[in-house]
């Protein structure tokens, strides 16, 4: 992200801009197939790493890339700092092996150090390692960056379990998640420190839209909240795309300006339950339009959501997720076309 660019979006999270601002996510899903090289080596190599993401911001220059050279291991990055087993195929998405009902005293989760405990001192070395090339080639680091509490809970001990341990054995799961959250306070505010150009905070937790307003409100509320309201940056980003309709009326005073959802709400309806003050992120079909689709389907499903928006402002047009796997250059030329056309 250029700081032209990082200006845009703090003017649309200010209300300032009425432009129609196209911005994705994107990461190891998508890069390294689109770059056409193995995902370990996007992983493992620094140069092949800024190269990918260069080609990215120089090929699409007027799309703003969230976060933009972000350093990371898919979803074992947290994980990794408490303990568990990371799984890094040649080509294939890496994975954890959750920890051991039988075998871990949960209750003892002990919080994870970021500057030295798992993959994390990898994540920011590699960031400081490409510091003065990303600023050569116009752009910076605008974004902390974290999965959030819920998600890395589901890591550690399986979706189902940790979901099950929230009904079964409330207690526990309220101590693990205590204890995840202060880790990501830490985690957050190390690469603040370490990084003077960040002024947002990104988190990806899909496992908020797993529960009910019952659980919504007993187990990822406080913890979201703890999170957004210890930092004071410009950007609070949120990333869920699993259903929203629960958590949506609690994102503002949780103190999240802008979020990135899934397909299950239209913009209308998201509009409605977030309030005017949120900034929305979305929300074609990722997989089924953006990757699998022609050009011409593309421009019809950017077509037909700007076309049936009420309230246009504060919208960043984008799918309702990260970038899938399999996204031409044709089909992003499409939307980014589409978009200028309108």
């Known amino acids: 992200m250029t700081e032209n660019q990082w200006g845009l979006l703090c003017d649309i999270v200010d209300g300032n801009t009425s432009r129609h601002e196209i911005g994705f996510i994107i990461d190891s899903p998508w890069l390294p197939g689109w770059f056409d090289i193995p995902i370990i080596d996007y992983y493992t190599s620094d140069e092949l790493w800024f190269s990918a993401n260069k080609k990215a911001a120089d090929t699409f220059p ?38 051991s009902f039988k075998n871990y005293n949960l209750e003892k989760l002990v919080k994870p150090n970021p500057c030295s ?28 960056i974290s999965r959030g509490p819920l998600n890395i809970a589901s890591f550690l001990l399986g979706t189902t379990e940790f979901l099950m341990l929230i ?50 409100k007993g187990f990822a509320y406080p913890n979201l909240k703890r999170i957004f309201t210890q930092f004071s940056v410009k950007v609070k980003f949120f990333h869920n795309d ?53 050009p011409d389907e593309v421009r019809v499903s950017v077509r037909s959501q700007l076309n049936v928006m009420k309230d246009k402002s504060r919208i960043i047009m984008s799918c309702g997720g990260g970038m899938p796997p399999g996204v031409s250059t044709d089909n992003l030329e499409a939307f980014i076309d589409e978009v200028k056309t309108f």
Not at 90 to 99: A, G, I, M, S
Not at 128 to 144: D, E, S
């Open 117 to 144: 405990d798992g993959l994390l001192p990898f994540v920011v070395n590699r960031l400081k390692l490409m510091r003065n090339r990303v600023q050569k080639a116009g752009h910076i680091y605008p974004f902390a």
């Open 167 to 216: 009904k079964l054995e409330p207690e526990k799961a309220h101590i693990i998640l205590q204890v995840i959250t202060e880790f990501i306070c830490d985690w957050l505010e190390y690469q603040l420190k370490e990084f003077s150009t960040m002024d947002g905070i990104m988190m990806l937790d899909d496992i908020v839209g797993f529960l009910g307003e019952e659980d919504f």
């Open 62 to 99: 007027n799309v703003i890339f969230l976060p933009g050279f972000w350093a990371e291991y898919g979803m074992c990055t947290e994980p990794s700092a408490f303990g568990v087993t990371c799984v890094f195929p040649y080509n294939e998405f890496p994975n954890v092996k959750r920890l």
């Open 242 to 294: 699993a259903p929203c309709t629960v958590s949506a009326p609690f994102l503002h005073e949780i103190g999240i300006n802008m979020l990135n959802f899934g397909i299950d709400t239209d913009m209308n309806e998201m509009r409605n339950l977030c309030g005017p003050s949120i900034v929305l992120v979305g929300n074609i079909p990722p997989r089924d339009i953006l990757a699998n689709g022609t």
